[in-house]
């Protein structure tokens, strides 16, 4: 039986990118941006403070993936998700200092926004939407005394942001 040199090499292609890919998403370093799961948000004390704990999270298997700078604000986007980032005193004043945030993927982040605060006021905790915290960006913020040091954020998904500038690893 005969088969044509381009079907062997085409199913060995098709194969390694089917193993890569494999390999990709059980080591959680899914090459896409799908799906967006939200984010967890850690706030640095400094820009050193950030340099120094993205590279100690690196040392334990957390490795940084990009870079998304925006008005001020320094951020390190890890492989699972996590954000490492440094924002000026003006943005931190505006969440009330918290130094975390758990980020949430919405189609329309100011009415969600306006609806968690509603239900955490229905619940008998204080809430407030903050807008202007990166006005250039779809994200609305909920301060609330539900959470001690943290956050709310509601975002669109990450299709909707800048592009973020990838991390080469180390020797590349």
Avoid at 22 to 34: D, I
Avoid at 98 to 107: K, Q
Wanted: some cysteine.
């Amino acid at each position: 039986m005969f088969v044509p040199k381009w079907l062997v090499v085409l199913a060995c292609l098709l194969f390694v990118t089917l193993a890569a890919w494999t390999y990709l998403l059980a080591t959680s370093r899914n090459p896409l941006p799908f799906p967006d799961r939200g984010s967890r948000i850690f706030t640095a004390s400094s820009p050193e403070a950030k340099a120094a704990i993205v590279e100690l999270l690196g040392r334990h298997g957390v490795k940084e993936r990009f870079h998304a700078d925006t008005s001020g604000i320094l951020r390190s986007i890890m492989w699972d998700g996590t954000i490492i980032n440094h924002a000026p005193p003006d943005a931190l004043q505006k969440l009330d200092h918290a130094a975390a945030s758990i980020g949430l993927v919405v189609d329309d982040p100011v009415a969600s926004a306006n609806d968690a605060a509603e239900f955490l006021r229905a619940r008998g905790f204080e809430a407030r939407v903050v807008l202007d915290v990166e006005p250039d960006l779809p994200i609305a913020f909920v301060v609330t005394n539900a959470m001690s040091g943290t956050v709310l954020n509601f975002r669109k998904h990450l299709i909707h942001f800048p592009k973020p500038v990838p991390v080469r690893a180390q020797g590349e």
